[in-house]
């Protein structure tokens, strides 16, 4: 069996119909509001990979408890809204077209059935509660749920907007990348510097990271301001207490920021050589802002841990946890 596979939301509709359909929701009741708390602490547990993307999209959608006519909700929505399908999207076959999509199947049934596309694969939510009944389907999921559905299926093409559908690109004979309405061959994909960056540093593991990073922060500023009461050259109490951090620092970033709970001597080593970029920029900091700015000690341990933050993320993703994604 041989299909065409497209992921929907920014693909070939242009923006987030999850977003679309919430604001459209919150439009006809302001009193959704109430749920913005807990879902915003779901959110904020989901980053710091407490819990996971599906139980923080549970959360999400629990907002359609308080409406009775789904039914005609997401009729109203769609007639609004079928205008952001994609003009380039409209005027192919969809005769063997597989929309896999992380959005809600509830959300996306009357588009696929408008479009008369092959089959729908998405995350199966309780249009009642919005709970989710079976994994988000993103990333290796998608590939899996095909797999469950179709036996010896070929994907001839696979279209999305998002590197996080490389597992579905890597079995699929060709891969080809939609950047707002143009269409790019994966292969030829050059992302833009914004978007790099925003890759890099806008994502959980990043956020993680700068989380555990204030402790680490905290704990150096601390350490080396308690050595300096004792050692009066500033400079040795600042390399004394960045060690003492150092350590407290590598079973931090293995348990939460890169979920690594396999500790040892020689990942101790090379975290260690990650960090020396680190060491050299805050000790070079260190030496600018006390022995020739002359600022208070304190304060130039604050500024020398946060200047070198972005930094110590790229060198452990790449050297140390070897998580940088593709």
């Known amino acids: 069996m041989k299909i065409i596979a497209y992921d929907f939301d920014g693909t070939i509709y242009d923006g987030d119909s999850s977003v679309d359909f919430y604001k459209y929701c919150f439009k006809k009741k302001k009193s959704i509001s109430k749920y913005w708390?807990?879902?915003?602490?779901?959110?904020?547990?989901?980053?710091?990979?407490?819990?996971?993307?599906?139980?923080?999209?549970?959360?999400?959608?629990?907002?359609?408890?308080?409406?009775e006519n789904k039914e005609s909700l997401l009729e109203e929505f769609w007639k609004k809204h079928m205008k952001k399908i994609k003009q380039w999207y409209l005027e192919k076959d969809h005769e063997n077209d597989i929309i896999i999509s992380a959005s809600p199947e509830f959300l996306l049934e009357i588009p696929a059935k408008k479009l008369k596309v092959k089959d729908l694969i998405s995350s199966v939510v309780d249009l009642k509660t919005g709970k989710f009944l079976k994994e988000n389907c993103y990333g290796e999921e998608k590939v899996k749920r095909i797999?469950?559905?179709?036996?010896?299926?070929?994907?001839?093409?696979?279209?999305?907007?998002?590197?996080?559908?490389?597992?579905?690109?890597?079995?699929?004979?060709?891969?080809?990348?939609?950047?707002?309405?143009?269409?790019?061959?994966?292969?030829e994909y050059k992302p833009s510097f914004v978007k790099k960056v925003?890759?890099?540093?806008?994502?959980?593991?990043?956020?993680?990271?700068?989380?555990?990073?204030?402790?680490?922060?905290?704990?150096?500023?601390?350490?080396?301001?308690?050595?300096?009461?004792?050692?009066?050259?500033?400079?040795?109490?600042?390399?004394?207490?960045?060690?003492?951090?150092?350590?407290?620092?590598?079973?931090?970033?293995?348990?939460?920021?890169?979920?690594?709970?396999?500790?040892?001597?020689?990942?101790?080593?090379?975290?260690?050589?990650?960090?020396?970029?680190?060491?050299?920029?805050?000790?070079i900091s260190v030496f600018i802002f006390i022995d020739i700015l002359h600022l208070h000690k304190l304060v130039a341990y604050i500024v020398a841990a946060i200047i070198g933050i972005p930094i110590t993320y790229l060198a452990l993703s790449i050297f140390t946890f070897q998580t940088k994604k593709r």
Request: proline content about 3%; hydrophobic content about 45%; overall charge positive.
């Open 37 to 67: 708390f807990k879902q915003l602490w779901f959110l904020t547990l989901y980053i710091l990979g407490i819990k996971s993307k599906t139980e923080m999209k549970t959360v999400f959608f629990c907002f359609l408890k308080d409406f």
């Open 198 to 283: 925003k890759h890099t540093f806008f994502n959980p593991e990043f956020i993680r990271f700068v989380f555990v990073g204030c402790i680490n922060t905290f704990n150096g500023v601390l350490f080396a301001y308690l050595y300096s009461l004792f050692i009066k050259n500033a400079t040795v109490a600042f390399v004394i207490g960045y060690i003492t951090s150092l350590l407290i620092s590598y079973l931090l970033n293995s348990y939460i920021t890169f979920k690594d709970k396999k500790l040892g001597i020689k990942k101790l080593i090379k975290f260690s050589i990650s960090y020396i970029p680190n060491f050299v920029i805050q000790l």
């Open 147 to 187: 797999n469950e559905k179709y036996q010896n299926v070929e994907i001839k093409e696979m279209y999305t907007d998002s590197t996080s559908d490389l597992p579905m690109i890597e079995v699929s004979k060709h891969g080809f990348m939609v950047i707002k309405n143009t269409i790019i061959p994966y292969q």
